[in-house]
């Protein structure tokens, strides 16, 4: 049994069981002329978490553990992309437009691209979603049950939104989740902080937390 300095408590896992989720760390997210700069967001708070996203994941990489990175992107001709989530608001530009990076939140396109820091490598598993939750309308589950994955590492963007939707789904799904929380962002310092509290309350009602340094001290020698 391997140990994980987090809180409310410690987490425990068994060797092989444990794997990384990287969400949605795309140019999308980071850069100006992308969708979250649609939303009005300031994105720069995005690319500070880049070097110990990087770590993390060459820390990973390193004890043979699986990475699976995900990418919230539709298909070109949208079938993929309810019509509620494309019209809400008044963005700058809809997902389908074409920005500076080409087609916002299109497969394919240069801004749904993972910042190139932190690209897969080609046995990587990567997961692209139609949704906030990588579970919705993905194979996701069925990868990590395939691998037998018991226990999740989260990092990316943005806290509240896409991490934590999805952190909820898998813990409804048996898995044991942890948040990395020096390698996740919100464009809301304020949200970042709230989604670590609730995620954390309650005896870990949806998950632990921890740093990048602990989690890395935990996965050595797995
Ligand atoms: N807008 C926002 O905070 N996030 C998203 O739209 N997607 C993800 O979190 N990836």
Not at 139 to 160: Q, S
Not at 180 to 197: L, P, W
Request: glycine fraction near 10%; proline fraction near 5%.
């Amino acid at each position: 049994m391997h140990n994980i300095k987090a809180l409310p408590f410690d987490f425990k896992f068994d060797g092989q069981t444990i794997a990384l989720i990287v969400i949605d760390m795309q140019r999308d997210f980071a850069e100006p002329g992308g969708f979250g700069a649609s939303l009005g967001n300031d994105v720069s708070r995005i690319g500070t978490i880049v070097p110990t996203v990087k770590k993390l994941i060459e820390g990973f990489r390193q004890a043979q553990l699986s990475v699976i990175h995900t990418m919230e992107c539709h298909l070109p001709d949208l079938s993929d992309c309810p019509p509620a989530k494309r019209n809400r608001g008044s963005p700058t530009l809809r997902i389908g437009d074409v920005g500076p990076m080409g087609r916002v939140l299109i497969a394919g396109e240069p801004g749904t691209a993972i910042i190139s820091e932190l690209a897969p490598l080609p046995n990587e598993v990567v997961i692209k979603k139609p949704g906030k939750g990588a579970f919705y309308a993905t194979r996701l589950d069925d990868e990590l049950k395939l691998h037998g994955i018991t226990h999740l590492v989260f990092a990316g963007v943005t806290t509240e939104v896409c991490v934590q939707t999805t952190m909820r789904e898998a813990n409804d799904r048996g898995y044991d989740c942890l948040l990395a929380e020096d390698a996740t962002e919100s464009y809301f310092a304020e949200f970042k902080t709230a989604a670590i509290d609730m995620i954390r309350a309650q005896s870990a009602i949806v998950g632990w937390t921890a740093t990048t340094d602990e989690i890395l001290k935990g996965i050595n020698n797995v």
